[in-house]
């Protein structure tokens, strides 16, 4: 018996010590998509979803970091890999249902200009030609649009 007890100590210690050398940290590949936690964010609600995203890995970068970037907005951000989750592969097909629920998050997006619209007779709504203030152009229907926090030069 003392000598189970021995072993099960003696095996926990070990992956003690391997987790605190950081032997366990995932090495995410440029195209996945992964889950960003935003817990070190300053003046968040607490109460506030942990982990946001899907963002998808542009780079793999030295130390463990990886450059990320937002799927709605284009915004690339330098992520330590303690702080993503895996979600998907580069497979992940990106749908109207996944986007709006990126944009239902509690973010605020910066919008330099809505640049024209249209009529979709598919999904018998509105889109939006939208231009984010990081550059990037994406058309998105009004239903994702009226999930979002928008800000804008001039009004809120």
């Not at 210690?13 to 936690?37: A, H, I, P, W």
């Not at 990126?102 to 619209?117: K, T, Y």
């Given at each position: 018996?003392?000598?189970?007890?021995?072993?099960?100590?003696?095996?926990?210690?070990?992956l003690n010590k391997k987790r605190e050398r950081g032997d366990n940290m995932?090495?995410?590949?440029?195209?996945?998509?992964?889950?960003?936690?935003?817990?070190?964010?300053?003046?968040?609600?607490?109460?506030?979803?942990?982990?946001?995203?899907?963002?998808?890995?542009?780079?793999?970068?030295?130390?463990?970091?990886?450059?990320?970037?937002?799927?709605?907005?284009?915004?690339?951000?330098?992520?330590?890999?303690?702080?993503?989750?895996?979600?998907?592969?580069?497979?992940?097909?990106?749908t109207e249902e996944l986007l709006e629920?990126?944009?239902?998050?509690?973010?605020?997006?910066?919008?330099?200009?809505?640049?024209?619209?249209?009529?979709?007779?598919?999904?018998?709504?509105?889109?939006?030609?939208?231009?984010?203030?990081?550059?990037?152009?994406?058309?998105?229907?009004?239903?994702?649009?009226?999930?979002?926090?928008?800000?804008?030069?001039?009004?809120?």
């Amino acid at each position: 018996m003392h000598r189970a007890v021995a072993d099960a100590r003696l095996k926990q210690t070990l992956l003690n010590k391997k987790r605190e050398r950081g032997d366990n940290m995932v090495n995410f590949s440029e195209g996945d998509y992964v889950l960003r936690s935003r817990v070190d964010e300053k003046g968040q609600n607490k109460l506030l979803v942990t982990w946001v995203g899907p963002y998808v890995v542009t780079a793999a970068q030295a130390y463990n970091a990886s450059k990320v970037k937002h799927l709605v907005i284009g915004e690339e951000l330098d992520v330590h890999a303690s702080r993503l989750k895996f979600f998907a592969d580069k497979d992940l097909e990106v749908t109207e249902e996944l986007l709006e629920h990126v944009a239902a998050q509690s973010i605020i997006l910066l919008v330099r200009e809505l640049i024209r619209h249209r009529w979709n007779d598919q999904s018998r709504s509105y889109e939006i030609l939208v231009g984010w203030f990081y550059g990037v152009v994406r058309l998105l229907s009004v239903r994702v649009i009226k999930q979002m926090i928008l800000v804008s030069t001039g009004y809120q």
